[in-house]
Protein backbone atom coordinates (compact mmCIF):
# COMPACT_ATOMS: atom_id res chain seq x y z
CA UNK A 1 0.00 0.00 0.00
CA UNK A 2 2.99 2.44 -0.49
CA UNK A 3 0.99 5.43 -1.59
CA UNK A 4 4.50 6.87 -2.90
CA UNK A 5 4.94 4.11 -5.47
CA UNK A 6 1.37 4.63 -6.25
CA UNK A 7 1.62 8.53 -6.84
CA UNK A 8 5.10 7.76 -8.99
CA UNK A 9 3.60 5.81 -10.86
CA UNK A 10 0.28 7.78 -11.57
CA UNK A 11 2.59 10.50 -12.87
CA UNK A 12 4.83 8.20 -15.06
CA UNK A 13 1.75 6.53 -16.82
CA UNK A 14 0.68 11.01 -17.38
CA UNK A 15 4.29 11.06 -18.97
CA UNK A 16 3.63 8.21 -21.30
CA UNK A 17 0.54 9.17 -22.54
CA UNK A 18 1.61 12.67 -22.70
CA UNK A 19 5.03 13.62 -23.60
CA UNK A 20 5.18 13.57 -27.22
CA UNK A 21 2.16 15.86 -27.43
CA UNK A 22 3.63 18.22 -25.03
CA UNK A 23 6.73 18.20 -27.19
CA UNK A 24 5.22 18.42 -30.53
CA UNK A 25 3.38 21.28 -29.34
CA UNK A 26 6.21 23.13 -27.86
CA UNK A 27 8.04 21.98 -30.82
CA UNK A 28 5.73 23.71 -33.62
CA UNK A 29 5.90 26.55 -31.65
CA UNK A 30 9.77 26.87 -30.98
CA UNK A 31 11.19 25.64 -34.21
CA UNK A 32 14.08 24.02 -32.11
CA UNK A 33 14.39 20.39 -31.49
CA UNK A 34 16.50 20.72 -28.63
CA UNK A 35 15.12 24.13 -27.48
CA UNK A 36 11.63 22.31 -27.11
CA UNK A 37 12.87 19.16 -25.84
CA UNK A 38 14.59 20.80 -22.94
CA UNK A 39 11.07 23.36 -22.32
CA UNK A 40 9.65 19.08 -22.57
CA UNK A 41 11.23 18.08 -19.53
CA UNK A 42 11.15 21.26 -17.68
CA UNK A 43 7.20 21.27 -18.49
CA UNK A 44 6.80 17.64 -16.46
CA UNK A 45 9.16 18.79 -13.33
CA UNK A 46 7.84 21.90 -12.97
CA UNK A 47 4.10 20.33 -12.98
CA UNK A 48 5.01 17.27 -10.60
CA UNK A 49 6.24 20.68 -8.27
CA UNK A 50 3.00 22.62 -9.07
CA UNK A 51 1.09 18.96 -7.88
CA UNK A 52 3.29 18.94 -4.35
CA UNK A 53 2.40 22.50 -3.80
CA UNK A 54 -1.06 23.11 -4.73
CA UNK A 55 -2.67 19.80 -5.63
CA UNK A 56 -4.32 19.74 -8.66
CA UNK A 57 -7.82 20.99 -9.85
CA UNK A 58 -7.47 20.63 -13.66
CA UNK A 59 -6.86 17.10 -15.26
CA UNK A 60 -3.56 16.22 -15.67
CA UNK A 61 -3.41 17.32 -19.51
CA UNK A 62 -4.67 20.61 -18.61
CA UNK A 63 -2.00 21.47 -16.48
CA UNK A 64 0.86 20.21 -18.65
CA UNK A 65 -0.55 22.06 -21.02
CA UNK A 66 -1.28 25.07 -19.41
CA UNK A 67 2.62 24.85 -17.65
CA UNK A 68 3.95 23.96 -20.80
CA UNK A 69 2.35 27.26 -22.73
CA UNK A 70 3.63 29.31 -19.74
CA UNK A 71 6.95 28.20 -20.41
CA UNK A 72 6.21 29.00 -23.71
CA UNK A 73 5.68 32.31 -23.24
CA UNK A 74 8.45 33.07 -20.60
CA UNK A 75 10.71 32.20 -23.47
CA UNK A 76 9.11 34.54 -26.02
CA UNK A 77 9.69 37.03 -23.85
CA UNK A 78 13.31 36.00 -23.37
CA UNK A 79 13.43 35.88 -27.08
CA UNK A 80 12.20 39.77 -27.23
CA UNK A 81 14.50 40.82 -24.66
CA UNK A 82 17.57 39.81 -26.50
CA UNK A 83 19.35 41.17 -29.40
CA UNK A 84 20.14 38.81 -32.33
CA UNK A 85 23.37 38.08 -31.29
CA UNK A 86 22.80 37.24 -27.83
CA UNK A 87 19.87 34.78 -29.33
CA UNK A 88 22.71 33.04 -31.57
CA UNK A 89 25.19 32.34 -28.55
CA UNK A 90 22.62 30.62 -26.47
CA UNK A 91 21.89 28.67 -29.26
CA UNK A 92 17.93 29.47 -29.64
CA UNK A 93 17.90 29.58 -33.10
CA UNK A 94 15.69 32.07 -34.56
CA UNK A 95 12.72 31.20 -36.80
CA UNK A 96 14.47 31.41 -40.20
CA UNK A 97 17.60 28.62 -39.93
CA UNK A 98 15.25 25.54 -40.69
CA UNK A 99 17.98 23.79 -42.07
CA UNK A 100 19.77 22.34 -38.87
CA UNK A 101 16.44 20.44 -38.13
CA UNK A 102 16.76 18.31 -41.23
CA UNK A 103 17.94 15.50 -39.28
CA UNK A 104 14.63 13.19 -39.10
CA UNK A 105 12.32 15.17 -40.78
CA UNK A 106 11.35 14.48 -44.76
CA UNK A 107 11.03 16.67 -47.25
CA UNK A 108 7.25 17.09 -47.32
CA UNK A 109 7.71 17.80 -43.26
CA UNK A 110 10.16 20.35 -44.13
CA UNK A 111 7.77 22.23 -46.23
CA UNK A 112 5.15 21.56 -43.69
CA UNK A 113 7.16 23.15 -40.74
CA UNK A 114 8.21 26.22 -43.37
CA UNK A 115 4.21 26.56 -43.45
CA UNK A 116 4.01 26.41 -39.88
CA UNK A 117 6.83 29.57 -39.25
CA UNK A 118 4.73 31.76 -41.39
CA UNK A 119 1.38 30.92 -39.13
CA UNK A 120 0.24 33.28 -36.55
CA UNK A 121 1.17 31.81 -33.55
CA UNK A 122 -2.09 31.88 -31.85
CA UNK A 123 -3.47 29.82 -34.84
CA UNK A 124 -0.69 27.53 -34.50
CA UNK A 125 -1.98 27.04 -31.62
CA UNK A 126 -4.96 25.92 -32.12
CA UNK A 127 -4.02 24.24 -34.92
CA UNK A 128 -1.70 21.57 -33.43
CA UNK A 129 -3.21 21.29 -30.38
CA UNK A 130 -7.14 20.85 -32.26
CA UNK A 131 -5.87 18.46 -34.70
CA UNK A 132 -2.27 17.35 -34.09
CA UNK A 133 -3.12 16.92 -30.25
CA UNK A 134 -6.95 15.80 -30.99
CA UNK A 135 -7.83 18.01 -27.81
CA UNK A 136 -11.76 18.64 -27.59
CA UNK A 137 -12.60 22.43 -28.10
CA UNK A 138 -13.78 21.61 -24.24
CA UNK A 139 -10.16 21.07 -23.46
CA UNK A 140 -8.43 23.80 -25.26
CA UNK A 141 -10.49 25.84 -23.37
CA UNK A 142 -9.68 24.43 -20.28
CA UNK A 143 -6.22 24.69 -21.21
CA UNK A 144 -6.33 28.38 -22.23
CA UNK A 145 -8.59 29.57 -20.28
CA UNK A 146 -10.37 31.14 -23.34
CA UNK A 147 -14.01 30.26 -24.27
CA UNK A 148 -15.18 27.72 -26.37
CA UNK A 149 -16.79 30.18 -29.06
CA UNK A 150 -13.76 32.06 -29.15
CA UNK A 151 -11.58 28.83 -29.54
CA UNK A 152 -13.81 28.16 -32.05
CA UNK A 153 -13.52 30.75 -34.29
CA UNK A 154 -9.71 31.28 -33.88
CA UNK A 155 -9.78 27.77 -35.25
CA UNK A 156 -11.76 28.51 -38.57
CA UNK A 157 -9.50 31.34 -38.89
CA UNK A 158 -6.70 29.40 -38.35
CA UNK A 159 -7.89 26.83 -40.99
CA UNK A 160 -8.14 29.84 -43.53
CA UNK A 161 -4.86 30.61 -43.13
CA UNK A 162 -3.23 27.69 -43.18
CA UNK A 163 -4.61 26.85 -46.61
CA UNK A 164 -3.79 30.49 -47.90
CA UNK A 165 -0.30 29.33 -47.28
CA UNK A 166 -0.67 26.11 -48.48
CA UNK A 167 -2.24 26.79 -51.75
CA UNK A 168 -0.32 30.10 -52.24
CA UNK B 1 -8.90 20.79 -47.71
CA UNK B 2 -6.77 18.24 -49.13
CA UNK B 3 -3.30 19.74 -48.53
CA UNK B 4 -4.40 20.70 -45.21
CA UNK B 5 -4.99 17.08 -44.42
CA UNK B 6 -2.15 16.29 -45.57
CA UNK B 7 -0.02 18.99 -43.65
CA UNK B 8 -1.85 17.87 -40.49
CA UNK B 9 -0.75 14.17 -40.73
CA UNK B 10 2.89 15.41 -41.43
CA UNK B 11 2.82 17.51 -38.38
CA UNK B 12 1.19 14.17 -36.74
CA UNK B 13 4.60 12.23 -37.58
CA UNK B 14 7.00 14.52 -35.42
CA UNK B 15 7.55 13.07 -32.12
CA UNK B 16 10.05 12.12 -29.85
CA UNK B 17 12.47 9.51 -30.67
CA UNK B 18 12.96 6.92 -28.51
CA UNK B 19 16.05 7.86 -27.09
CA UNK B 20 15.18 11.22 -26.69
CA UNK B 21 11.87 10.01 -24.33
CA UNK B 22 14.15 7.49 -22.04
CA UNK B 23 16.53 10.27 -21.26
CA UNK B 24 13.80 12.89 -20.41
CA UNK B 25 11.96 9.93 -18.59
CA UNK B 26 15.54 9.78 -16.66
CA UNK B 27 16.01 12.60 -15.56
CA UNK B 28 12.30 13.32 -14.60
CA UNK B 29 12.41 10.58 -12.29
CA UNK B 30 15.71 11.56 -10.85
CA UNK B 31 13.78 15.09 -10.03
CA UNK B 32 11.06 13.02 -8.78
CA UNK B 33 13.25 11.11 -6.34
CA UNK B 34 14.68 14.57 -5.11
CA UNK B 35 11.30 16.59 -4.69
CA UNK B 36 8.88 13.85 -3.53
CA UNK B 37 5.76 15.21 -3.14
CA UNK B 38 4.03 13.86 0.75
CA UNK B 39 6.70 13.65 2.98
CA UNK B 40 9.08 16.82 2.87
CA UNK B 41 8.32 19.13 6.15
CA UNK B 42 7.65 21.90 4.23
CA UNK B 43 5.14 20.19 2.07
CA UNK B 44 3.03 18.88 5.00
CA UNK B 45 3.12 22.74 6.71
CA UNK B 46 1.50 23.81 3.48
CA UNK B 47 -0.82 20.96 2.44
CA UNK B 48 -1.81 20.72 6.66
CA UNK B 49 -3.20 24.43 5.75
CA UNK B 50 -5.02 23.65 3.03
CA UNK B 51 -6.30 19.88 3.55
CA UNK B 52 -6.34 19.88 7.02
CA UNK B 53 -8.81 22.00 8.82
CA UNK B 54 -8.45 23.64 11.98
CA UNK B 55 -10.13 20.78 14.15
CA UNK B 56 -7.10 18.63 13.18
CA UNK B 57 -4.17 20.69 14.45
CA UNK B 58 -3.38 18.00 17.07
CA UNK B 59 -3.07 16.12 14.20
CA UNK B 60 -0.90 18.74 12.59
CA UNK B 61 0.75 19.00 15.85
CA UNK B 62 1.66 15.44 16.19
CA UNK B 63 3.09 14.99 12.43
CA UNK B 64 5.20 18.15 13.17
CA UNK B 65 6.96 16.23 15.88
CA UNK B 66 7.14 12.98 14.17
CA UNK B 67 8.20 14.86 10.93
CA UNK B 68 10.95 16.69 13.22
CA UNK B 69 12.38 13.43 14.76
CA UNK B 70 12.26 10.86 12.09
CA UNK B 71 13.06 13.89 9.57
CA UNK B 72 10.64 13.49 7.20
CA UNK B 73 11.17 10.51 5.69
CA UNK B 74 8.23 7.95 4.19
CA UNK B 75 7.56 6.61 7.55
CA UNK B 76 4.91 9.39 8.26
CA UNK B 77 3.01 8.69 4.77
CA UNK B 78 3.34 5.04 4.90
CA UNK B 79 1.81 5.36 8.82
CA UNK B 80 -1.06 7.36 8.00
CA UNK B 81 -1.75 4.46 5.35
CA UNK B 82 -3.13 1.88 8.33
CA UNK B 83 -4.95 4.56 10.42
CA UNK B 84 -8.38 4.59 11.10
CA UNK B 85 -10.87 7.04 12.60
CA UNK B 86 -9.93 8.51 15.62
CA UNK B 87 -5.80 8.07 14.74
CA UNK B 88 -4.13 11.60 14.42
CA UNK B 89 -3.02 10.39 11.40
CA UNK B 90 -6.50 9.27 9.84
CA UNK B 91 -6.98 12.63 8.55
CA UNK B 92 -3.54 12.75 6.48
CA UNK B 93 -4.73 9.65 5.01
CA UNK B 94 -8.17 10.66 4.40
CA UNK B 95 -7.09 14.15 3.21
CA UNK B 96 -4.16 14.24 1.64
CA UNK B 97 -2.82 10.88 0.71
CA UNK B 98 -6.21 10.06 -0.70
CA UNK B 99 -6.47 13.45 -2.11
CA UNK B 100 -2.78 13.32 -3.75
CA UNK B 101 -4.04 10.42 -5.26
CA UNK B 102 -7.14 11.96 -6.74
CA UNK B 103 -5.66 14.71 -8.56
CA UNK B 104 -2.89 12.88 -10.23
CA UNK B 105 -5.11 10.47 -11.77
CA UNK B 106 -6.08 11.39 -14.93
CA UNK B 107 -8.14 8.89 -16.91
CA UNK B 108 -11.91 9.83 -16.08
CA UNK B 109 -12.41 6.16 -15.12
CA UNK B 110 -9.55 5.77 -13.10
CA UNK B 111 -10.79 9.23 -11.04
CA UNK B 112 -14.18 7.58 -10.64
CA UNK B 113 -12.67 3.88 -9.81
CA UNK B 114 -10.52 5.82 -7.28
CA UNK B 115 -13.27 7.96 -5.75
CA UNK B 116 -15.54 4.77 -5.38
CA UNK B 117 -12.51 2.56 -4.43
CA UNK B 118 -12.25 5.42 -0.90
CA UNK B 119 -16.19 4.90 -0.34
CA UNK B 120 -15.23 1.31 -0.17
CA UNK B 121 -12.12 2.70 2.59
CA UNK B 122 -14.42 3.74 4.59
CA UNK B 123 -16.92 0.60 4.68
CA UNK B 124 -13.39 -1.41 5.66
CA UNK B 125 -12.99 0.82 8.55
CA UNK B 126 -16.00 0.56 9.94
CA UNK B 127 -15.77 -3.16 9.88
CA UNK B 128 -11.89 -3.21 11.57
CA UNK B 129 -13.12 -0.66 13.79
CA UNK B 130 -16.00 -2.88 14.89
CA UNK B 131 -14.24 -6.43 15.18
CA UNK B 132 -11.58 -4.69 17.17
CA UNK B 133 -14.32 -3.97 19.25
CA UNK B 134 -13.52 -0.35 20.15
CA UNK B 135 -15.78 1.31 17.83
CA UNK B 136 -18.14 4.24 18.86
CA UNK B 137 -20.86 6.01 18.15
CA UNK B 138 -18.80 9.26 17.24
CA UNK B 139 -16.35 7.50 14.77
CA UNK B 140 -19.35 5.83 12.95
CA UNK B 141 -20.60 9.67 12.69
CA UNK B 142 -17.30 10.57 11.37
CA UNK B 143 -17.36 8.07 8.90
CA UNK B 144 -21.18 8.25 8.31
CA UNK B 145 -20.05 12.38 7.35
CA UNK B 146 -17.03 11.09 5.18
CA UNK B 147 -18.78 8.37 3.08
CA UNK B 148 -21.62 11.51 2.54
CA UNK B 149 -18.53 13.40 1.27
CA UNK B 150 -17.20 10.77 -0.67
CA UNK B 151 -20.60 9.72 -2.41
CA UNK B 152 -20.56 13.11 -3.78
CA UNK B 153 -17.18 13.29 -5.46
CA UNK B 154 -17.77 10.24 -6.67
CA UNK B 155 -21.30 11.14 -8.03
CA UNK B 156 -19.59 13.80 -9.93
CA UNK B 157 -16.62 11.64 -11.35
CA UNK B 158 -19.11 8.73 -12.53
CA UNK B 159 -21.31 11.13 -14.23
CA UNK B 160 -18.71 12.76 -15.84
CA UNK B 161 -17.13 9.15 -17.19
CA UNK B 162 -20.91 8.87 -17.76
CA UNK B 163 -20.89 11.96 -20.15
CA UNK B 164 -17.62 11.20 -21.56
CA UNK B 165 -19.52 8.19 -23.32
CA UNK B 166 -18.15 5.50 -21.43
CA UNK B 167 -21.67 4.21 -19.76
CA UNK B 168 -20.44 0.54 -19.36
CA UNK B 169 -17.72 1.34 -17.40
CA UNK B 170 -19.56 3.93 -15.10
CA UNK B 171 -22.35 1.30 -14.39
CA UNK B 172 -19.56 -1.07 -13.40
CA UNK B 173 -18.11 0.91 -10.76
CA UNK B 174 -21.58 1.40 -9.19
CA UNK B 175 -22.36 -2.34 -9.18
CA UNK B 176 -18.81 -2.75 -7.44
CA UNK B 177 -19.99 -0.47 -4.87
CA UNK B 178 -23.41 -1.98 -4.14
CA UNK B 179 -21.81 -5.11 -3.98
CA UNK B 180 -19.36 -3.83 -1.82
CA UNK B 181 -21.86 -2.84 0.43
CA UNK B 182 -24.09 -5.86 0.90
CA UNK B 183 -20.75 -6.96 1.82
CA UNK B 184 -20.33 -4.89 4.56
CA UNK B 185 -24.61 -5.25 5.15
CA UNK B 186 -23.99 -7.85 7.85
CA UNK B 187 -21.82 -4.97 10.24
CA UNK B 188 -23.87 -2.09 9.05
CA UNK B 189 -26.91 -4.19 10.27
CA UNK B 190 -24.89 -4.86 13.94
CA UNK B 191 -24.06 -1.39 14.09
CA UNK B 192 -27.75 0.41 13.53
CA UNK B 193 -29.60 0.95 16.46
CA UNK B 194 -31.59 4.38 17.10
CA UNK B 195 -28.71 6.91 18.00
CA UNK B 196 -26.42 5.29 14.89
CA UNK B 197 -27.98 5.23 11.94
CA UNK B 198 -25.99 3.19 9.83
CA UNK B 199 -28.75 2.71 7.77
CA UNK B 200 -28.61 6.19 6.21
CA UNK B 201 -24.80 5.16 4.90
CA UNK B 202 -26.46 2.08 2.75
CA UNK B 203 -29.17 4.80 1.67
CA UNK B 204 -26.41 7.44 0.61
CA UNK B 205 -24.98 4.72 -1.93
CA UNK B 206 -28.09 3.56 -3.09
CA UNK B 207 -28.73 6.73 -3.70
CA UNK B 208 -25.92 7.49 -6.30
CA UNK B 209 -26.90 4.66 -7.95
CA UNK B 210 -30.22 6.04 -8.58
CA UNK B 211 -28.75 9.80 -9.51
CA UNK B 212 -26.20 8.01 -11.85
CA UNK B 213 -28.39 5.37 -13.42
CA UNK B 214 -32.11 6.33 -12.90
CA UNK B 215 -33.57 3.38 -15.27
CA UNK B 216 -31.63 1.02 -13.84
CA UNK B 217 -32.25 1.60 -10.36
CA UNK B 218 -35.97 1.94 -11.06
CA UNK B 219 -35.83 -1.76 -12.78
CA UNK B 220 -33.72 -3.37 -9.72
CA UNK B 221 -36.66 -1.54 -7.20
CA UNK B 222 -39.56 -3.23 -9.58
CA UNK B 223 -37.99 -6.08 -9.23
CA UNK B 224 -37.60 -6.26 -5.70
CA UNK B 225 -41.51 -5.05 -5.22
CA UNK B 226 -42.48 -7.55 -7.30
CA UNK B 227 -40.50 -9.94 -5.56
CA UNK B 228 -42.50 -8.85 -1.95
CA UNK B 229 -45.44 -8.49 -3.74
CA UNK B 230 -45.09 -12.43 -4.65
CA UNK B 231 -43.85 -13.88 -0.92
CA UNK B 232 -46.64 -12.15 0.56
CA UNK B 233 -48.96 -13.58 -1.43
CA UNK B 234 -47.69 -16.81 -0.62
CA UNK B 235 -47.68 -15.73 3.06
CA UNK B 236 -51.44 -15.58 2.80
CA UNK B 237 -52.30 -18.56 1.17
CA UNK B 238 -50.27 -20.40 3.75
CA UNK B 239 -51.81 -19.00 6.72
CA UNK B 240 -55.17 -17.59 5.48
CA UNK B 241 -57.05 -20.93 7.65
CA UNK B 242 -55.02 -19.27 10.75
CA UNK B 243 -55.57 -15.07 10.01
CA UNK B 244 -58.65 -13.48 11.22
CA UNK B 245 -61.24 -12.63 8.60
CA UNK B 246 -60.52 -8.97 9.21
CA UNK B 247 -56.87 -9.32 9.03
CA UNK B 248 -57.29 -11.09 5.74
CA UNK B 249 -59.35 -8.66 4.11
CA UNK B 250 -57.02 -5.22 5.76
CA UNK B 251 -54.04 -7.40 3.80
CA UNK B 252 -55.43 -7.74 0.62
CA UNK B 253 -56.80 -3.90 0.64
CA UNK B 254 -53.21 -2.78 1.27
CA UNK B 255 -52.06 -5.00 -1.60
CA UNK B 256 -54.38 -3.55 -3.95
CA UNK B 257 -52.45 -0.24 -2.66
CA UNK B 258 -49.58 -1.60 -3.21
CA UNK B 259 -50.39 -2.72 -6.99
CA UNK B 260 -51.55 0.79 -7.73
CA UNK B 261 -48.49 2.43 -6.51
CA UNK B 262 -46.20 0.08 -8.62
CA UNK B 263 -48.79 0.87 -11.63
CA UNK B 264 -47.87 4.74 -10.72
CA UNK B 265 -44.44 3.42 -11.27
CA UNK B 266 -45.16 1.68 -14.37
CA UNK B 267 -46.66 4.90 -15.86
CA UNK B 268 -43.56 7.13 -15.03
CA UNK B 269 -41.28 4.62 -16.36
CA UNK B 270 -43.08 4.69 -20.04
CA UNK B 271 -43.04 8.73 -19.93
CA UNK B 272 -38.94 8.53 -18.23
CA UNK B 273 -39.33 10.08 -15.60
CA UNK B 274 -37.21 7.38 -13.87
CA UNK B 275 -36.75 9.02 -10.80
CA UNK B 276 -40.49 9.66 -9.67
CA UNK B 277 -40.90 5.18 -10.80
CA UNK B 278 -38.06 5.08 -8.60
CA UNK B 279 -39.88 6.46 -5.74
CA UNK B 280 -42.93 5.22 -6.42
CA UNK B 281 -41.13 1.34 -7.01
CA UNK B 282 -40.10 2.26 -3.48
CA UNK B 283 -43.25 3.64 -1.46
CA UNK B 284 -44.58 0.26 -2.76
CA UNK B 285 -41.31 -1.85 -1.32
CA UNK B 286 -42.36 -0.29 2.01
CA UNK B 287 -46.05 -0.88 2.06
CA UNK B 288 -45.41 -4.41 1.13
CA UNK B 289 -42.95 -4.69 3.28
CA UNK B 290 -45.35 -3.62 5.85
CA UNK B 291 -48.07 -6.45 5.39
CA UNK B 292 -46.34 -9.50 6.52
CA UNK B 293 -45.53 -8.35 10.08
CA UNK B 294 -48.71 -6.95 10.44
CA UNK B 295 -50.34 -10.39 9.51
CA UNK B 296 -48.08 -11.73 11.86
CA UNK B 297 -48.63 -9.84 14.68
CA UNK B 298 -53.03 -10.93 14.32
CA UNK B 299 -52.13 -14.29 14.10
CA UNK B 300 -50.07 -13.99 17.29
CA UNK B 301 -52.46 -11.99 18.88
CA UNK B 302 -55.33 -14.33 17.49
CA UNK B 303 -53.56 -17.07 19.16
CA UNK B 304 -52.68 -15.31 22.73
CA UNK B 305 -56.46 -14.86 22.38
CA UNK B 306 -57.64 -18.41 22.49
CA UNK B 307 -55.23 -19.27 24.95
CA UNK B 308 -56.09 -16.90 27.96
CA UNK B 309 -59.73 -17.51 26.46
CA UNK B 310 -60.63 -13.80 26.09
CA UNK B 311 -63.55 -13.14 23.34
CA UNK B 312 -62.09 -9.93 22.00
CA UNK B 313 -59.04 -9.36 19.54
CA UNK B 314 -56.25 -7.39 21.31
CA UNK B 315 -55.38 -3.94 18.94
CA UNK B 316 -51.91 -4.56 17.68
CA UNK B 317 -49.97 -1.57 16.29
CA UNK B 318 -47.66 -2.95 13.73
CA UNK B 319 -44.77 -1.30 15.39
CA UNK B 320 -45.17 -3.71 18.33
CA UNK B 321 -41.75 -5.27 17.67
CA UNK B 322 -42.11 -7.39 20.66
CA UNK B 323 -44.89 -9.16 19.81
CA UNK B 324 -43.21 -10.70 16.64
CA UNK B 325 -41.31 -13.62 17.00
CA UNK B 326 -37.93 -12.66 15.47
CA UNK B 327 -36.65 -13.51 12.41
CA UNK B 328 -33.97 -12.68 10.22
CA UNK B 329 -35.88 -11.01 7.48
CA UNK B 330 -38.36 -9.29 10.14
CA UNK B 331 -35.68 -7.88 12.81
CA UNK B 332 -34.87 -4.31 11.13
CA UNK B 333 -37.72 -4.40 8.83
CA UNK B 334 -40.00 -2.82 11.49
CA UNK B 335 -37.83 0.41 12.07
CA UNK B 336 -36.53 0.40 8.24
CA UNK B 337 -36.71 -1.72 5.72
CA UNK B 338 -33.87 -2.25 3.54
CA UNK B 339 -34.81 0.76 1.25
CA UNK B 340 -37.22 2.34 3.69
CA UNK B 341 -35.34 4.85 5.99
CA UNK B 342 -37.70 8.19 5.73
CA UNK B 343 -36.20 10.56 2.84
CA UNK B 344 -34.07 13.36 3.68
Same mark, same amino acid.
Given at each position: ?9 ? *? ?10 ? *????? *? ?6 ? +? ?6 ? *? ?10 ? +? ?83 ? +? ?27 | ?7 ? %? ?153 ? %? ?81 ? %? ?10 ? $? ?15 ? %? ?28 ? $? ?38
Amino acid at each position: MTNKNDIHQE *FLKAYEAFSDGI *FRHIY *FRLMNRER +ALELMQDT *FMKTWDYIGKKG +AKDTIKSLLYKIANNLLIDEYRKKKEESLEQLAEKGIVPKVAISTEKIDIKMESEKALKVMEKLEDKYKEAITMRYVEEMSIQEM +AETTGESENNISVRINRALKQLKQLLNG | MDKTKQFI %SEMKKIRLTQNEKMSARTDIISHMEKNPIGNTASFWTRIAQIFIPTQHKKAFIAIYIIVLVFGGSTGTAFAAETSLPGDLLYPIKTNVNEEIRSRLTFSKQGQAEWEATRIQKRLGEIKELEQKGTISKDQIEKIKAKIEQQTEKAKEKIEALKS %SGDSTNAEKIIEKLETSVKEHEKVLEKLNDENTSTQEIKETVHDLKVITFPKQAAENKLENANEKIEKIQNFIEKNHDKMPEE %SLKQAQEKLIEV $QQKIEEGTAATTSEDFK %SAFESFKEAHKMANEIKPEIKDEIKSEKDA $QEIEKPQLKEQKPEDKKAIKPSPNNTSRNKFSEDDSEHK
